[in-house]
DNA sequence: TCACTATATTAATATATTACAAGATGTGAA
DNA sequence: TTCACATCTTGTAATATATTAATATAGTGA
């Protein structure tokens, strides 16, 4: 984790569900603009402009073939958060397992630590 | 991943450096909103607020003793993220080996499947 | 060159987030 | 009770982000 500020950037450019569905179709195919605006459902502009914000932060880059621009993933980290998104969890992580008597800044200990 | 927006919805917690911040301490700690009001050098009101947003998003949750909030993490994803920002990269990942020939849709080809 | 298609950029507006200040709530001690 | 402390909540102004429409650019083929 490089800086806070940084990698908060990372995950705000991530987090939005249409820029999500872009790179998780981009796992897979290479895509131009026109099939991405036809996958989300929005306007050219709007698909545009969330590509340029992947571009810009690096998720994301593409090649020109003709008239179409065919874009494809470019940061590995995507690959890495996407897979961790799809996995599944049965449960929460265990609580502390006692209530501490000195309340400031004590050291975790979780159920498995007893 | 269960829907987009859900998913993107976390990620959007996540993706704020103060409560990055928070997260990762919480990882090893248990801590109080005051501790945490010095760790992060802002004013309490906003610590809340953000152990708000933590909370309610189910990140995080917390026990009262005397006076005090004991925050701790809750939600095993968080973990993951953590490991996963932290993770080091060396090379992007490698850029479709060729320039298709047809350019809508097409299965993506890297230089290792050639 | 001209018209056409694909995409990018800009501008305008609507909406969401953020930080800070002030007041409300709840707990323990005198 | 009353006080002091820890935290939460609410209001607000500043900033950031999202959406949509309009316009600009760039490649292709007639």
């Known amino acids: ?24 179709k981009l796992e897979t195919e290479i895509l131009c603009v026109s099939d991405m605006e036809e996958l989300l459902g929005v306007g050219q502009s709007n698909v ?27 940061d590995p980290r995507v690959i890495d958060i996407l897979v961790l998104l799809k996995k599944k969890y049965d449960d929460p992580l265990p609580a502390p397992a006692c209530c501490p008597t000195r309340p400031h800044a004590q050291t975790k200990k979780t159920a498995a630590s007893l």
Do not use: N, W
Not at 1 to 9: I, N, P, S, W, Y
Not at 15 to 24: G, S
Not at 52 to 71: F, H, M, Q
């Open 1 to 24: 984790m490089d800086g806070l500020r940084e990698t908060a950037e990372l995950l705000k450019v991530v987090a939005h569900p249409a820029r999500l569905e872009i790179l998780q």
């Open 48 to 74: 545009s402009q969330h590509l340029s914000i992947l571009r810009r932060s690096g998720l994301v880059d593409c090649y020109v073939e003709g008239k179409l621009r065919c874009y494809f993933l470019k």
